[in-house]
Protein backbone atom coordinates (compact mmCIF):
# COMPACT_ATOMS: atom_id res chain seq x y z
CA UNK A 1 0.00 0.00 0.00
CA UNK A 2 1.44 3.37 -0.54
CA UNK A 3 -0.14 6.38 1.04
CA UNK A 4 -0.01 10.01 -0.51
CA UNK A 5 -1.99 13.55 -0.26
CA UNK A 6 -4.00 15.90 -2.29
CA UNK A 7 -1.94 18.57 -3.43
CA UNK A 8 -2.71 21.48 -1.06
CA UNK A 9 -3.49 19.62 1.46
CA UNK A 10 -0.01 20.08 3.17
CA UNK A 11 -0.51 24.29 2.94
CA UNK A 12 -2.52 25.53 5.44
CA UNK A 13 -5.07 27.83 3.87
CA UNK A 14 -8.13 30.04 5.26
CA UNK A 15 -10.93 28.12 7.20
CA UNK A 16 -13.56 26.32 5.13
CA UNK A 17 -10.83 26.39 1.90
CA UNK A 18 -10.05 23.27 0.90
CA UNK A 19 -9.93 22.72 -3.33
CA UNK A 20 -7.03 24.89 -3.57
CA UNK A 21 -3.93 24.85 -5.72
CA UNK A 22 -0.86 25.90 -3.13
CA UNK A 23 1.08 29.06 -3.84
CA UNK A 24 4.22 27.77 -3.24
CA UNK A 25 3.57 24.46 -4.30
CA UNK A 26 7.42 23.30 -4.66
CA UNK A 27 7.21 23.75 -1.03
CA UNK A 28 5.08 21.25 -0.66
CA UNK A 29 7.47 19.09 -1.51
CA UNK A 30 9.60 20.05 0.92
CA UNK A 31 6.90 19.31 3.91
CA UNK A 32 6.05 16.08 2.31
CA UNK A 33 9.76 15.06 3.49
CA UNK A 34 8.71 15.51 6.99
CA UNK A 35 5.81 13.46 6.78
CA UNK A 36 6.14 9.34 5.86
CA UNK A 37 3.78 9.73 3.07
CA UNK A 38 4.51 8.32 -0.33
CA UNK A 39 3.64 10.81 -2.95
CA UNK A 40 1.77 14.18 -3.58
CA UNK A 41 -1.20 13.52 -5.72
CA UNK A 42 -1.18 16.79 -8.28
CA UNK A 43 -4.04 19.01 -8.69
CA UNK A 44 -6.04 20.47 -11.14
CA UNK A 45 -8.50 23.20 -10.75
CA UNK A 46 -11.79 23.77 -12.41
CA UNK A 47 -10.66 26.52 -14.13
CA UNK A 48 -6.46 26.76 -15.83
CA UNK A 49 -4.44 27.94 -13.60
CA UNK A 50 -1.40 29.41 -15.41
CA UNK A 51 1.06 28.80 -11.73
CA UNK A 52 0.44 25.46 -11.85
CA UNK A 53 3.47 24.07 -13.56
CA UNK A 54 1.67 21.53 -15.31
CA UNK A 55 0.70 23.67 -18.38
CA UNK A 56 4.53 24.62 -19.13
CA UNK A 57 7.03 23.19 -20.54
CA UNK A 58 9.78 24.62 -18.26
CA UNK A 59 7.27 23.85 -15.19
CA UNK A 60 6.61 20.32 -16.32
CA UNK A 61 11.00 20.04 -16.21
CA UNK A 62 11.07 21.62 -12.39
CA UNK A 63 7.89 19.31 -11.37
CA UNK A 64 9.82 16.24 -12.54
CA UNK A 65 12.74 17.00 -10.42
CA UNK A 66 10.28 17.04 -7.39
CA UNK A 67 8.29 14.30 -8.36
CA UNK A 68 11.67 11.87 -8.82
CA UNK A 69 12.33 12.58 -5.38
CA UNK A 70 8.89 11.02 -3.95
CA UNK A 71 8.59 7.10 -3.19
CA UNK A 72 6.64 6.90 -6.41
CA UNK A 73 8.21 5.84 -9.92
CA UNK A 74 5.24 7.24 -11.69
CA UNK A 75 2.73 10.02 -10.81
CA UNK A 76 -1.21 10.67 -10.38
CA UNK A 77 -3.21 13.38 -11.46
CA UNK A 78 -6.48 14.68 -10.05
CA UNK A 79 -8.30 17.12 -12.60
CA UNK A 80 -11.47 19.21 -11.29
CA UNK A 81 -11.89 21.41 -14.55
CA UNK A 82 -14.54 19.04 -15.67
CA UNK A 83 -16.83 19.83 -13.09
CA UNK A 84 -20.00 21.39 -14.10
CA UNK A 85 -19.08 21.67 -17.72
CA UNK A 86 -21.04 19.70 -20.71
CA UNK A 87 -19.25 16.53 -21.89
CA UNK A 88 -19.87 17.10 -25.48
CA UNK A 89 -18.04 20.60 -25.64
CA UNK A 90 -15.22 20.92 -27.88
CA UNK A 91 -13.74 23.39 -25.28
CA UNK A 92 -13.44 20.48 -23.20
CA UNK A 93 -12.13 17.54 -25.72
CA UNK A 94 -9.24 20.61 -26.57
CA UNK A 95 -8.85 20.41 -22.94
CA UNK A 96 -8.37 16.75 -22.17
CA UNK A 97 -6.28 16.19 -25.78
CA UNK A 98 -4.13 18.95 -24.14
CA UNK A 99 -4.25 17.42 -20.48
CA UNK A 100 -3.19 14.07 -21.92
CA UNK A 101 -0.22 15.26 -23.43
CA UNK A 102 0.80 17.32 -20.35
CA UNK A 103 0.78 14.56 -17.78
CA UNK A 104 2.36 12.02 -20.20
CA UNK A 105 5.09 14.72 -20.29
CA UNK A 106 5.37 14.07 -16.47
CA UNK A 107 5.00 11.03 -16.38
CA UNK A 108 1.61 10.62 -14.85
CA UNK A 109 0.07 6.64 -15.00
CA UNK A 110 -3.04 7.73 -13.54
CA UNK A 111 -5.33 10.39 -14.18
CA UNK A 112 -8.41 10.91 -11.94
CA UNK A 113 -11.58 12.86 -13.69
CA UNK A 114 -14.63 13.33 -11.75
CA UNK A 115 -18.22 12.94 -12.97
CA UNK A 116 -20.95 15.13 -12.15
CA UNK A 117 -23.89 12.40 -10.93
CA UNK A 118 -26.27 14.63 -13.30
CA UNK A 119 -23.89 12.92 -16.27
CA UNK A 120 -25.85 9.50 -15.23
CA UNK A 121 -29.62 10.59 -15.71
CA UNK A 122 -31.23 8.63 -18.94
CA UNK A 123 -30.98 11.97 -21.28
CA UNK A 124 -27.17 12.41 -20.67
CA UNK A 125 -26.06 8.99 -21.07
CA UNK A 126 -25.30 9.24 -24.93
CA UNK A 127 -22.84 12.31 -23.95
CA UNK A 128 -21.45 10.45 -20.94
CA UNK A 129 -20.49 7.10 -23.08
CA UNK A 130 -18.98 8.74 -26.01
CA UNK A 131 -16.75 10.97 -23.34
CA UNK A 132 -16.05 7.68 -22.02
CA UNK A 133 -14.98 6.18 -25.31
CA UNK A 134 -13.16 9.72 -25.48
CA UNK A 135 -11.01 9.16 -22.73
CA UNK A 136 -10.57 5.84 -23.39
CA UNK A 137 -8.76 6.63 -26.95
CA UNK A 138 -6.65 9.51 -25.33
CA UNK A 139 -5.41 6.81 -22.22
CA UNK A 140 -4.26 4.51 -24.50
CA UNK A 141 -2.75 7.00 -26.68
CA UNK A 142 -0.52 8.28 -23.86
CA UNK A 143 0.05 5.38 -22.10
CA UNK A 144 -1.93 6.54 -18.89
CA UNK A 145 -4.87 4.53 -17.07
CA UNK A 146 -7.97 6.53 -16.54
CA UNK A 147 -9.90 6.36 -12.92
CA UNK A 148 -13.40 8.05 -12.89
CA UNK A 149 -14.32 9.23 -9.57
CA UNK A 150 -18.05 8.64 -8.91
CA UNK A 151 -20.42 7.83 -6.46
CA UNK A 152 -23.72 6.59 -8.55
CA UNK A 153 -25.44 3.38 -7.79
CA UNK A 154 -22.83 0.26 -8.66
CA UNK A 155 -25.33 -1.48 -11.12
CA UNK A 156 -26.34 1.66 -13.30
CA UNK A 157 -22.32 2.53 -13.57
CA UNK A 158 -21.31 -1.36 -14.32
CA UNK A 159 -23.91 -1.76 -16.64
CA UNK A 160 -23.05 1.53 -19.32
CA UNK A 161 -19.64 -0.13 -19.14
CA UNK A 162 -21.19 -3.49 -19.56
CA UNK A 163 -23.80 -2.34 -22.69
CA UNK A 164 -20.48 -0.76 -24.45
CA UNK A 165 -17.55 -2.90 -23.69
CA UNK A 166 -15.91 -0.69 -21.98
CA UNK A 167 -13.13 -2.95 -20.24
CA UNK A 168 -10.50 -0.96 -19.06
CA UNK A 169 -11.65 2.19 -17.32
CA UNK A 170 -11.95 1.85 -13.52
CA UNK A 171 -13.07 4.30 -10.46
CA UNK A 172 -11.97 6.01 -7.63
CA UNK A 173 -13.77 5.16 -4.37
CA UNK A 174 -14.14 8.29 -2.18
CA UNK A 175 -14.72 7.38 1.20
CA UNK A 176 -16.08 10.78 1.90
CA UNK A 177 -18.45 11.13 -1.22
CA UNK A 178 -20.20 7.37 -0.82
CA UNK A 179 -20.90 8.40 2.70
CA UNK A 180 -23.35 11.04 1.34
CA UNK A 181 -25.21 8.90 -0.84
CA UNK A 182 -24.61 5.48 1.56
CA UNK A 183 -24.13 5.94 4.63
CA UNK A 184 -23.08 2.39 4.79
CA UNK A 185 -19.85 2.98 2.93
CA UNK A 186 -18.16 -0.66 3.53
CA UNK A 187 -21.16 -2.00 1.63
CA UNK A 188 -20.35 0.44 -1.62
CA UNK A 189 -16.85 -0.12 -1.13
CA UNK A 190 -17.66 -4.19 -1.47
CA UNK A 191 -19.99 -3.66 -4.31
CA UNK A 192 -17.44 -1.35 -6.50
CA UNK A 193 -14.18 -3.01 -5.57
CA UNK A 194 -14.01 -4.95 -8.59
CA UNK A 195 -13.60 -1.54 -10.58
CA UNK A 196 -11.54 0.18 -8.20
CA UNK A 197 -7.78 1.33 -8.92
CA UNK A 198 -7.75 3.96 -6.55
CA UNK A 199 -8.71 5.31 -3.35
CA UNK A 200 -9.54 8.79 -1.79
CA UNK A 201 -9.62 8.54 1.79
CA UNK A 202 -12.00 11.75 3.54
CA UNK A 203 -14.06 11.23 6.84
CA UNK A 204 -17.44 13.06 6.87
CA UNK A 205 -19.75 13.72 10.23
CA UNK A 206 -23.37 13.21 10.00
CA UNK A 207 -24.16 16.25 8.63
CA UNK A 208 -21.70 15.64 5.27
CA UNK A 209 -19.35 18.01 6.34
CA UNK A 210 -15.68 17.59 5.68
CA UNK A 211 -13.85 16.80 8.93
CA UNK A 212 -10.59 16.09 10.29
CA UNK A 213 -9.90 12.08 9.39
CA UNK A 214 -10.64 10.06 12.63
CA UNK A 215 -13.45 12.71 14.00
CA UNK A 216 -16.33 11.70 11.87
CA UNK A 217 -18.36 9.04 11.11
CA UNK A 218 -16.75 6.32 8.48
CA UNK A 219 -15.47 3.58 10.02
CA UNK A 220 -12.47 3.28 8.22
CA UNK A 221 -11.70 0.13 10.49
CA UNK A 222 -14.19 -2.08 8.86
CA UNK A 223 -12.92 -1.00 5.26
CA UNK A 224 -9.33 -1.41 6.20
CA UNK A 225 -10.29 -5.01 7.40
CA UNK A 226 -11.96 -5.80 3.92
CA UNK A 227 -9.26 -4.25 1.95
CA UNK A 228 -6.67 -6.42 3.43
CA UNK A 229 -8.52 -9.36 2.96
CA UNK A 230 -8.63 -8.44 -0.45
CA UNK A 231 -4.86 -7.86 -0.75
CA UNK A 232 -5.57 -4.33 -2.21
CA UNK A 233 -2.10 -3.02 -3.03
CA UNK A 234 -2.93 0.12 -4.44
CA UNK A 235 -2.83 3.63 -3.16
CA UNK A 236 -4.64 5.86 -0.64
CA UNK A 237 -4.43 9.62 -1.36
CA UNK A 238 -6.01 11.79 1.65
CA UNK A 239 -8.15 13.89 0.32
CA UNK A 240 -8.81 15.41 4.01
CA UNK A 241 -9.56 18.49 6.33
CA UNK A 242 -6.47 20.78 7.03
CA UNK A 243 -7.43 20.73 11.11
CA UNK A 244 -5.78 23.57 12.57
CA UNK A 245 -2.28 22.72 11.16
CA UNK A 246 -2.31 21.12 7.57
CA UNK A 247 1.35 19.34 8.53
CA UNK A 248 0.54 17.86 11.47
CA UNK A 249 -3.04 16.94 10.49
CA UNK A 250 -0.85 15.02 8.05
CA UNK A 251 1.46 13.44 9.65
CA UNK A 252 -1.40 12.36 12.39
CA UNK A 253 -3.60 10.68 9.25
CA UNK A 254 -1.05 8.01 8.83
CA UNK A 255 -0.04 7.71 11.99
CA UNK A 256 -3.99 6.88 12.56
CA UNK A 257 -4.35 4.58 9.21
CA UNK A 258 -1.29 2.68 10.40
CA UNK A 259 -2.69 1.60 13.22
CA UNK A 260 -6.19 0.57 12.37
CA UNK A 261 -4.12 -1.71 9.46
Known sequence: MKFGITQGRLTNERKGILQK??????????????????????????????NNPIWSKIGQKKLIKKLEKTKLKHHI???????????????????????FKSVKAINCKLLIIPIDNKNFLSKNLPKFV??????KKEAKKNKVKISLE???????FSKILSINKIKDIKITFDTGNFYLTNKNVLKSLKNY??????????????????????????????????????????????????GSDALKTAINNLKITKNLI
Open 21 to 50: FPKNWEKEFYFLTQTKLDYIELFLENKINK
Open 77 to 99: VCDNYILNKTLSSKDLIRYYKKL
Open 130 to 135: NFILFL
Open 150 to 156: VNENYEK
Open 193 to 242: YPLINHIHLKDRNFFGKNVVFGSGKISFQNLFIFLKKKKYNKFFTFETNR
